[in-house]
């Protein structure tokens, strides 16, 4: 989970959502001082849209502050691999 640089995070539920993105057929190009940068890419999202979005995604956490640390799986149904 991730608080943006915050140590703890507030009690309260919250919703989790998930993106992976991969970036493919990369593109490159000399560069002025003789070495290749990517130009160019092709980005395609991995996890099915709605579990990346808060209004839509069914996954929720609630934080009590009972346990520091404790560890939690999601099921973002099978992968996908949709052009962006």
Do not use: C
Request: no cysteine; glycine share 8%; proline share 4%.
């Amino acid at each position: 989970m991730s608080t943006y640089g915050y140590e703890g995070t507030p009690l309260g539920k919250y919703k989790v959502v998930v993106t992976k993105n991969i970036q493919d057929n990369l593109v490159y190009a000399e560069s002025s001082t003789g070495t290749k940068e990517v130009v160019g890419w092709t980005s395609y999202r991995t996890v099915e849209p709605n579990f990346s979005d808060a209004k839509t995604t069914p996954h929720e956490i609630e934080i009590t502050g009972k346990d520091k640390k404790f560890e939690v799986t999601f099921d973002v149904g099978k992968a996908v691999r949709s052009r962006m």
